[in-house]
């Protein structure tokens, strides 16, 4: 039941950005490269950006999809979560996600 809900996973977009980026940071290892390309396939499906190979961002709430997903592929310590109010030259990123 829970693998359908990963499939499903959507996270919604609120009508006006609060201008604050989510960035996801993770460093999974080698041994887990299963999961590891499971969760990186689920961000991109989400529409996360990808800043760096292993951080990503989004300007919506997402947390509790994260955690979700987190929790289900087993990647609790390899994964971790933030908000930022400035993204260095952000404006690539703001253009990708149509917030210019």
């Not at 961002?57 to 592929?73: K, R, S, T």
Request: proline share 5%.
């Amino acid at each position: 039941m829970r693998e359908f809900q990963f499939a499903d996973l959507k996270i919604k977009k609120p009508k006006k950005w609060d201008r604050i980026w989510r960035v996801v940071i993770f460093d999974i290892p080698r041994k887990k490269v299963k999961e590891r390309e499971s969760f990186r396939g689920k961000l991109r499906e989400a529409g996360f950006y990808q800043l760096q190979e292993s951080v990503w961002a989004f300007p919506y709430p997402c947390q509790a999809e994260i955690e979700f997903a987190v929790e289900l592929l087993g990647l609790y310590p390899y994964v971790n979560m933030l908000e930022a109010r400035n993204i260095k030259d952000d404006a690539k990123i703001k253009k990708y996600f149509s917030l210019l």
